[in-house]
């Protein structure tokens, strides 16, 4: 299992980033692809995820009407759009697969970084 987060930065307040997760070596109807992120001394957050099967989505409180999640099947990769970002989303944003039936998850990447100026 490969899984390689990129697309971080530095952005300023107001700004949008668009992150992108490239993965591969599982079988992508078992899970559903999630984005989870971690502020400096706060614990991890759930940012959003999407069903591989039926593309169905869901967001954090904190993120919704600003984050947009997507897939491209052909190509394995999925993508976080944020946009209006502010302060309070600077944080390490990983990737990871959640196992739909077993309810765990799975592999996760590296993590890329988004910090936003004020």
């Known amino acids: 299992v490969k899984i390689v987060e990129s697309g971080g930065g530095l952005v300023q307040a107001g700004g949008s980033l668009r992150l992108s997760c490239a993965a591969s070596?599982?079988?992508?109807?078992?899970?559903?692809m999630t984005w989870i992120r971690q502020a400096p001394g706060k614990e991890r957050e759930g940012v959003s995820c999407i069903s591989s099967r039926d593309g169905s989505t869901n967001y954090a409180d904190s993120v919704k009407g600003r984050f947009t999640i997507s897939g491209d099947n052909a190509k394995n990769t999925l993508y976080l759009q944020m946009n209006s970002l502010n302060h309070e989303d600077t944080a390490i944003y990983y990737c990871?697969?959640?196992?739909?039936?077993?309810?765990?998850?799975?592999?996760w990447g590296q993590g890329t970084q988004v910090t936003v100026s004020s």
């Open positions: 070596g599982f079988t992508f109807d078992d899970y559903a």
């Open positions: 990871a697969n959640y196992h739909s039936r077993l309810g765990i998850f799975g592999s």
